[in-house]
């Protein structure tokens, strides 16, 4: 709330008045946090509207999102007798038995179906009260405002939605018709889309290991990067292992001020893809490192950009794992899950995007009922998915369970922006084109919250107003298909479990 008034106030100011101030050389130290103020300063109403806006806000879409995160927690699923919170069968759908994992989809969509009601009055009311302050503004669509917010034009998010929908069949649908054959089915059910491979190898990793994976990974791209990486570990700037009331998952924690530093936050057990959050998490950190000198109000960054450090981490060391393995079940199986990991952020993304930009402008018209909420994400899903994923009408109501729509509206698409984003820089550094790339690389990583996307990227020959730069980071998607149709065909009998 203070850092709206703060922002009210601060728009009072003349554009005369502001360019005064930036003489002061320490006021224009702040100017990347002044201009991110400034940008809605048309946006802005009278500050008696603004004040019962903030006010109302609490009992009006503040309020139903609540509701929505209460009911949420409450959630129990029950299968043969036992029962699971969320986080607990969302595991169960990587089961390596299908039976269970058939169980915790149909349990996961009878539960929705059960809340529906609920969670479709509480979703019309969230859309109708963001419209109702949209219109008021004066924001043309319903997704300019959160566009505003991460400092990216309509045009360039449309751009990328329509060039990933165009991609759906390369990458998507090729992707699920080989899992349907490893998997040995017709059709792959829509529960089973993240399905361990039966013949993936459960591979251990001993911590030492995975911290020489990673190291090397890193220092092979960039000798900098590597000395600001391995601070991490000779600090011990990491809590490794998971334990009683530590939180799942794995974090990256900024420490204010520059005489502080950031902390990792794991749960290492050994498995391969624990190798790859700590290569994730480490650029996080290496990324927060790299900014400490920005000042703390110019560091209020995007999330558009905000996960191009650690992705390009990840990728990295993705790609000296994939080297050093010969091609085997292994190799094809540490791909596809790389695959699947980027069709569900590059892709999926989208189509919720989809579903959401379709209900929020049929929404102009009247409440949308049950039917045609479920009817819109079953036409989403179908289309992104293809027709080697079985999307029945018992997954119609599976959206209620995606918490952006409700509390981050028109989120979602910054994760498929981060992701391809990554993946044309990825591309560009292995082209060779770009002269120092690494060195360039490492300078943007300063600068991701204090510049415009058109300079930032400019030094890699980039512009997210184009559809190829989306292309060619989509590309990246589809060559690893391409190595996967390879393998499959090498391999054929290896791949039977």
Not at 11 to 27: Q, R
Not at 113 to 120: A, D, G, R, S, V
Not at 142 to 170: I, M, W
Request: charged share 30%.
């Amino acid at each position: 709330m203070l850092k709206k008034i703060w922002g009210l106030e601060l728009n009072k100011l003349s554009d005369a008045h502001i360019k005064e101030l930036y003489k002061d050389e320490k006021v224009a130290f702040y100017k990347p946090f002044l201009t991110r103020v400034r940008r809605f300063k048309k946006y802005e109403l009278s500050e008696e509207v603004e004040e019962i806006l903030m006010e109302k806000s609490i009992t009006s879409s503040d309020a139903w999102v609540r509701l929505y995160e209460e009911t949420c927690s409450r959630l129990k699923f029950h299968i043969d007798g036992k029962e699971y919170n969320d986080a607990e069968i969302t595991k169960l759908l990587l089961d390596k038995d299908p039976k269970v994992r058939e169980k915790a989809g149909k349990e996961i969509g009878r539960v929705s179906k059960e809340n529906t009601p609920l969670f479709t009055l509480i979703y019309n009311m969230i859309i109708k009260d963001k419209a109702i302050e949209d219109v008021k503004r004066g924001f043309k669509t319903p997704v300019s405002c959160p566009n505003l917010g991460e400092n990216v034009s309509d045009k360039v998010v449309q751009t990328l939605a329509e060039t990933v929908r165009q991609n759906y069949a390369n990458i998507s649908h090729r992707f699920y018709k080989l899992k349907a054959k490893w998997l040995g089915v017709k059709k792959i059910q829509y529960w089973d889309r993240n399905a361990p491979l039966p013949f993936a190898k459960d591979t251990h990793y001993t911590w030492d290991e995975s911290v020489k994976i990673v190291l090397n990974a890193y220092k092979e791209f960039s000798p900098k990067l590597y000395n600001i990486a391995k601070n991490f570990f000779e600090n011990n700037w990491i809590d490794v292992p998971p334990r009683q009331g530590k939180r799942s998952g794995a974090f990256a924690s900024a420490a204010p001020g520059k005489a502080t530093h950031p902390y990792l936050l794991l749960n290492f057990v050994g498995k391969q893809n624990d190798v790859l959050t700590l290569a994730h998490e480490l650029g996080h950190g290496c990324h927060m490192m790299s900014r400490r000198d920005n000042g703390e109000l110019n560091e209020t960054s995007r999330m558009t950009t905000e996960e191009v450090a650690s992705v390009f981490g990840e990728m990295m060391t993705f790609q000296s794992m994939v080297k050093k393995m010969p091609d085997s079940p292994e190799k094809l199986a540490l791909i596809a899950g790389k695959v699947s990991d980027m069709i569900n952020t590059a892709v999926r993304q989208i189509a919720f995007h989809f579903f959401e930009t379709r209900a929020h402008d049929e929404r102009r018209n009247g409440e949308l009922s049950e039917d045609r909420l479920a009817q819109i994400w079953l036409e989403e899903m179908r289309a992104s998915l293809g027709k080697y994923v079985e999307v029945s009408d018992d997954n119609a109501h599976i959206w209620n369970q995606i918490g952006h729509f409700f509390f981050r509206p028109f989120y979602v698409y910054a994760y498929s922006f981060a992701d391809c984003l990554v993946n044309s820089l990825y591309q560009v550094s292995q082209e060779g084109k770009v002269k120092d790339f690494p060195n360039k690389y490492l300078d943007m990583l300063t600068k991701t919250a204090l510049m415009d996307y058109d300079k930032l990227f400019k030094p890699f020959g980039l512009n997210p107003n184009d559809a190829d730069f989306w292309n060619k980071g989509l590309s990246l998607i589809s060559s690893y298909i391409d190595e996967l149709e390879r393998l499959d065909k090498k391999l054929g009998k290896q791949l039977k479990g």
